[in-house]
T-cell receptor, first 115, second 112 residues
Framework: DSGVTQTPKHLITATGQRVTLRCSPR?????VYWYQQSLDQGLQFLIQ???????AKGNILERFSAQQFPDLHSELNLSSLELGDSALYFC??????????????FGPGTRLTVL | DQQVKQNSPSLSVQEGRISILNCDYT??????FLWYKKYPAEGPTFLIS?????DKNEDGRFTVFLNKSAKHLSLHIVPSQPGDSAVYFC???????????FGTGTRLKVLA
């Protein structure tokens, strides 16, 4: 158990809908990262927050948005869903605002299926 | 543009032998590399990392080698155990950019 929790575990929805994925980082970790893993793909970095502020953006679509709240939990909002958005979405947390010597701890993921 | 490539989608190795997982990268600015292991239905877990100022880092059964001139790194697991069966991802980053670039993973199967 990494200490990172993600809810829900599974989500099935229809095209055009909007969903919210939630992540609670490890106690004390200030950085939260979101990743997307599509079938047979590596983890695609989406976005990073540090202590409530956006710090880095990766290949995140405009239909997607995220935020980190004062209690440090984070939410990833996916809207106007398309079939291709079906994927595993991982959240990771780390204590620092750095990628060097800063291990990321991953949650178990949310599997999103868009029908 | 896949900046981090794991060209072998799968690998099978006998228990007790050496497993070698390979990773190539294209971005010469990468200065920190990591390996993660992922079991089904779980998130990836950190295994080992290496800074670009080193060419080798060892942690128990796991050793990572970095060849900067070839833009290549490899993870050696010796001896391999059935519990090592998982998907292994390599990742790279540029210090100060706050993001990792992951490869597509190699599925390792260690046969008892």
């Amino acid at each position: 158990d990494s200490g990172v929790t993600q809810t829900p575990k599974h989500l099935i929805t229809a095209t055009g809908q909007r969903v919210t994925l939630r992540c609670s980082p490890r106690s004390g970790d200030l950085s939260v990262y979101w990743y997307q893993q599509s079938l047979d793909q590596g983890l695609q970095f989406l976005i990073q927050y540090y202590n409530g502020e956006e710090r880095a953006k990766g290949n995140i679509l405009e239909r997607f948005s995220a935020q980190q709240f004062p209690d440090l939990h984070s939410e990833l909002n996916l809207s106007s869903l398309e079939l291709g958005d079906s994927a595993l979405y991982f959240c990771a947390s780390s204590p620092l605002n750095s990628t060097i010597d800063n291990e990321q701890f991953f949650g178990p993921g949310t599997r999103l299926t868009v029908l | 543009d896949q900046q981090v490539k794991q060209n072998s989608p799968s690998l099978s190795v006998q228990e007790g032998r050496i497993s070698i997982l390979n990773c190539d990268y294209t971005n010469s600015m990468f200065d920190y590399f990591l390996w993660y292991k992922k079991y089904p239905a779980e998130g990836p877990t950190f295994l080992i990392s290496i800074s670009s100022i080193k060419d080798k880092n060892e942690d128990g059964r796991f050793t990572v080698f970095l060849n900067k001139s070839a833009k290549h790194l490899s993870l050696h697991i010796v001896p391999s155990q059935p519990g090592d069966s998982a998907v292994y991802f390599c990742a790279a980053t540029v210090s100060g950019t706050y993001k990792y670039i992951f490869g597509t993973g190699t599925r390792l199967k260690v046969l008892a």
